[in-house]
């Protein structure tokens, strides 16, 4: 008879130095014996029970498909862990406790994998872990704004469901809405110069190798000069604006009323007056950074 504690098991003799046992069901450490017709061995031979490792939560529970970072396991029975499995991948042990491992995630593809842990204990439960594909930026609408930041740029690209952060350069940008997949709004934080501008989500952050996820940060436009300042008032004048941060100029009006206009460089405007009533109207030129101030042009009666 062989047993361990007070439960008896089957066994097999395999010479008069060695026997063969199966293990019965036990808890904690127990004294394994051997019956013979001569006795009962009295040699302090014991045999500990590992209860079987239990997975409670992963944190966090998904990451990029690439892998390399550090996933905490929680649970109980985990001490001496022997493996750490995502799926069919080995991960790297960092720390291992009773009630919690922290571990390298090994890559893996897109998808769903069990987590297990296993000791001298057994297999625990699995618990899924989420790999996911790396965000991508393709396009911004606009491309153009202000270097005071605030105003509402969209983004278009992919896996951008679970983003949880869009730089501008290294600038956060705020109030961001996921709208799908594929689309997210966001308000432009200020900035300067031309910066690439990029999302991350748990499963890494988007890079500038594909589409066109460049941002261009202007000042106000700001005018100088008007010449002539003054014209006829059926129009028809070329009028010459002088400035500053003119290049992006979208739209001239005089008095509100749009007038048609050719941008020649960074600080100069020629657009056409277009028909007013005698006296005085404001020019105003736009541009992405919004509205400049505003100059003084004169109609003349004809």
Same mark, same amino acid.
């Given at each position: 008879m062989v047993r361990f504690g007070p439960n008896g098991t089957t066994f097999v003799i395999v010479s008069d130095t060695q026997i063969t046992a199966k293990t019965p069901a036990g808890t904690g450490t127990v004294q394994v014996t051997v019956t013979a017709p001569t *006795?009962?061995?009295?040699?302090? +031979?014991?045999?500990?029970?590992?209860?079987?490792? !239990?997975?409670?939560?992963?944190?966090?529970?998904?990451? @990029?498909?690439? *892998?390399?970072?550090?996933?905490?396991?929680?649970?109980?029975?985990?001490?001496?862990?022997?493996? +750490?499995?995502?799926?069919?991948?080995?991960?790297?042990?960092?720390?291992?406790?009773?009630?919690q491992i922290t571990v390298i995630a090994p890559a893996g593809p897109p998808s769903s994998v069990n987590v297990t842990v296993t000791t001298a204990g057994g297999t625990s439960n699995p618990l899924p872990y989420f790999y996911l594909a790396a965000p991508t930026l393709s396009d911004l609408s606009p491309h153009l704004g202000p270097d005071t930041g605030?105003?509402? +740029?969209?983004?278009?690209?992919t896996n951008l469901t679970l983003t949880n952060a869009v730089n501008f350069g290294a600038s956060p940008a705020t109030s961001l809405v996921v709208v799908s997949d594929n689309q997210l709004t966001v308000t432009a934080p200020a900035g300067v110069g031309t910066v690439v501008v990029t999302v991350t989500t748990p499963g *890494?952050?988007? $890079? @500038?190798?594909?589409?066109?996820?460049?941002?261009? =940060?202007? #000042?106000a436009p !700001?005018?100088?000069?008007?010449?002539?300042?003054?014209?006829?008032?059926?129009?028809?004048?070329?009028? !010459?604006?002088?400035?500053?941060?003119?290049?992006?100029?979208?739209?001239?009006?005089? #008095?509100? +009323?749009?007038?048609?206009f050719a941008a020649i460089s960074d600080t100069q405007v020629v657009a056409t007056s277009p028909a007013g009533a005698?006296?005085?109207?404001?020019?105003? @030129?736009? $541009?992405?950074?919004?509205?400049?101030?505003?100059?003084?042009?004169? =109609?003349?009666?004809?």
């Open positions: *006795g009962t061995s009295t040699q302090n +031979v014991f045999f500990t029970y590992a209860a079987a490792p !239990v997975l409670t939560a992963l944190i966090p529970t998904s990451g @990029a498909t690439a *892998g390399g970072n550090v996933v905490t396991l929680n649970g109980t029975n985990l001490g001496g862990a022997t493996s +750490v499995k995502f799926g069919s991948n080995s991960a790297t042990v960092l720390t291992n406790t009773a009630g605030g105003n509402t +740029v969209t983004a278009f690209g *890494g952050t988007s $890079t @500038a190798a594909t589409g066109n996820p460049y941002y261009t =940060y202007l #000042g !700001v005018l100088t000069s008007l010449t002539p300042s003054h014209g006829a008032d059926v129009g028809g004048d070329a009028i !010459v604006l002088g400035g500053s941060n003119l290049t992006y100029t979208d739209a001239v009006t005089f #008095g509100g +009323v749009p007038a048609s005698p006296g005085t109207m404001n020019v105003v @030129a736009h $541009t992405p950074a919004g509205n400049s101030n505003a100059l003084p042009f004169v =109609y003349d009666p004809s």
